[in-house]
């Protein structure tokens, strides 16, 4: 989603890092997108790295659903930007 987002704004990125920094630069600090949702960006592209790169990482139905209810929020935002253009 966050691909979509900058790829739309002619903003290339080649990493996951480079789409968090990107998404930063020109979302966060620009004011087009509120801190609380960086926030939670960073806390998923954390779990997500962790769980697809830490050697002991489990993450449990636990973990992940808390987070669901906000991360669907952020995807509305991120979609209403998108259609926006």
Do not use: C, Q
């Amino acid at each position: 989603m966050i691909s979509a987002l900058l790829t739309g704004e002619d903003i290339l990125i080649k990493s996951h890092a480079g789409a968090k920094a990107m998404f930063e630069l020109h979302f966060v600090k620009t004011g087009r997108v509120e801190i609380k949702w960086s926030k939670l960006y960073s806390r998923l592209s954390s779990a997500r790295h962790d769980s697809d790169y830490g050697a002991f990482t489990t993450l449990t139905e636990e973990d992940i659903l808390p987070l669901y209810p906000e991360t669907e929020m952020f995807i509305s935002v991120i979609k209403t930007i998108i259609n926006a253009r």
